[in-house]
């Protein structure tokens, strides 16, 4: 059974930094591209970085130059390194397969950033 387990989040001041890791169970990781989501209350979840098996990165516009994606294929694990946090990047943080598999969601990890 595959199961991913989300850390990392907590309480943090705009501007501050925190990261997240994601570690898998099962063959999620071997050659596919990883990703992270998060979801703001009343909001739809939003794709928020992805990082291929080679380490190829791509970012959503809201995070690019504040945020990094990186891997660590030999554990299973995808971080996100989250610098210069605001206030609207409160949210639960997921990670998934990218494109997600819905069957691979987790309990993520709930950032909040004071101001």
């Known amino acids: 059974q595959v199961q991913l387990l989300e850390s990392g989040g907590g309480l943090v001041q705009a501007g501050g930094s925190l990261i997240l890791s994601c570690s898998a169970s099962?063959?999620?990781?071997?050659?596919?591209?990883m990703a992270w989501f998060r979801q703001a209350p009343g909001k739809e979840r939003e794709f928020v970085a992805r990082?291929?098996?080679?380490?190829?990165?791509y970012y959503a516009d809201s995070v690019k130059g504040r945020f990094t994606i990186s891997r660590t294929n030999a554990k299973n694990t995808v971080y996100l390194q989250m610098n210069s946090l605001k206030v609207e990047d409160t949210a639960v943080y997921y990670c998934?397969?990218?494109?997600?598999?819905?069957?691979?969601w987790g309990q993520g990890t709930q950032v909040t950033v004071s101001s």
């Open positions: 998934n397969t990218y494109p997600p598999n819905v069957a691979y």
């Open positions: 990082i291929g098996w080679s380490g190829t990165t």
């Open positions: 099962g063959r999620m990781f071997s050659g596919n591209t």
